[in-house]
């Protein structure tokens, strides 16, 4: 069932790390609505259980159903909770109602979700995730097919982006089936680097040097992370490489490869449209802004298509 | 993936083997824009230190594959030269890393390397040639030598009448050297051929 866009069933990317109000939920909302346009099914669910606000990017009003009843086994079917959007092709799995203590599920919780959105009848399944580094970010994160790392051209958010990272390549190393120490290891590389940032690259190295063939599974990890960037928010024409720059940076002092997806400009019909509480629609947000999103959607299946022949 | 072996030049530029000089340069620009110290892609990164090491290599891959390779540093003359600036604390892990991360890869046989036995003159045009491949104006060598852009320019001049005496041209000459990422000792060795050249025996 690939529709035009040539994309498999079912892509999970998830979009999220890094800092609040970077734009995650706009541009999940805006890639979701263009890899629509191009004849996809596509599946937009907000996962920030903590702060959920797809539905107001849609223009929609505050939902009946939401993922919140599924993780909290009220709906027994994903398929509960998927609602339709103005746009064709378009669903949505709105975020939390007003559930308390459903910010941090468990991770079993996680993992039960996860399996359930990659079953989903959908060509492309967008999660928007909440903000910060705490687990269940970063463990959405890294269960999904691919994960988007959103940034804005300020110190801050570059910052947070590269915490975002570490943690999220701690987590994922965390999580192998080897009889390692690999908190051992993490405690020693920390202690070796003094107050100097960590690289993952050392620690792999650490790792094969103690250990070979834990060393190779580390390796192999870190081979596999393979996160994506988009920078957005960009206003000074230099920010435009800002992605390219993180690609380099990254690759050069931690040893990690990011794919780099571009830049979106800033743009102010964006911000008005948002503030209307109107659908971010392309034709709403004007053609400049809506031909990057194209451009940025283009990538985004180019590796979508390409890890699936990894795969 | 792995990390890039920091003695192979095309690695460190991230370029294929048979890339023409103009590949090389382009890509030396791209990257030596894209991570300049101090720049947002860098910000929480890395230590200062380590950001402009970063830039360096990047500098010392460029001369090398612009045909500077006799006279850049060789590793061992890279920790000799840098330690005693740094305070010590943290040493050079991230050589460490590139090290255990570096046989199963080609070996790293360096590309134009190894330095020859006998010196060759390096002459004050050869200087500006190679200060110019890594796009260093005048005014910002000086900034990093901390030595007059006039002093520079009558090395690459070869003005001998105007310049002082030889403990100071040596000095000069090893600064502008060090700054392009190349061998101090090295090039001063091969100027100051062309200095006794020029001057009588007697100085």
Known sequence: MPGESGVRPCRVVAVGGGKGGSGKSLVAATLGIEVARRGATVVLVDCDLGGPNLHSLLGMEYPREALSDFVLRRAPRLEDVVVPTPVAGLSLIPGARNAIGIANPLYQQKLRLMRALKRLDADVVLLDLGAGTHNTVVDFFLLAHLGLLVVVPEPTSVENAYRFLKAAFLRRIASLNEPVGIRDLLHEALRSRGHAPLRPAELVAAAVQRDPTVGAALERSLASFRPLLLVNQVREATDLALADGMVEAARRLFGLDLVGLGALAYSDQVWRTVRAHQPVLADQLGKAFAGEVALVADRLLQVAAMVESQQ | ?203
């Open chain 2, 1 to 203: 993936m792995k990390p890039a072996d920091e003695d192979d030049p095309w690695q460190v530029l991230g370029l294929a083997r048979d890339a023409d000089p103009e590949e090389i340069r382009r890509a030396y620009e791209r990257l030596s824009d894209l991570l300049v110290p101090g720049s947002l892609p860098l910000y929480a990164a890395a230590e200062p230190e380590e950001q402009r090491q970063l830039q360096q290599r990047l500098r010392e891959a460029y001369l090398r594959l612009m045909g500077g390779g006799e006279l850049v540093r060789t590793r061992g003359a890279r920790e000799a030269s840098v330690t005693p600036r740094r305070s010590g604390a943290d040493e050079p892990t991230g050589v460490e890393a590139g090290d255990a991360g570096a046989p199963s890869t080609a070996g790293g046989a360096p590309a134009a390397a190894v330095p020859a036995t006998a010196t060759p003159a390096v002459s004050g045009s050869r200087l500006r040639a190679l200060r110019e491949a890594t796009g260093l104006s005048l005014r910002e060598l000086s900034d990093r030598t901390r030595i007059r852009p006039q002093q520079l320019a009558n090395l690459e001049e070869e003005a001998w009448d105007v310049m002082p005496p030889r403990v100071y041209v040596r000095g000069f000459v090893m600064a502008y050297a060090r700054a392009l990422g190349l061998d101090g000792e090295e090039v001063w060795t091969g100027f100051e051929k062309r200095w006794r050249a020029a001057r009588p025996p007697k100085e």
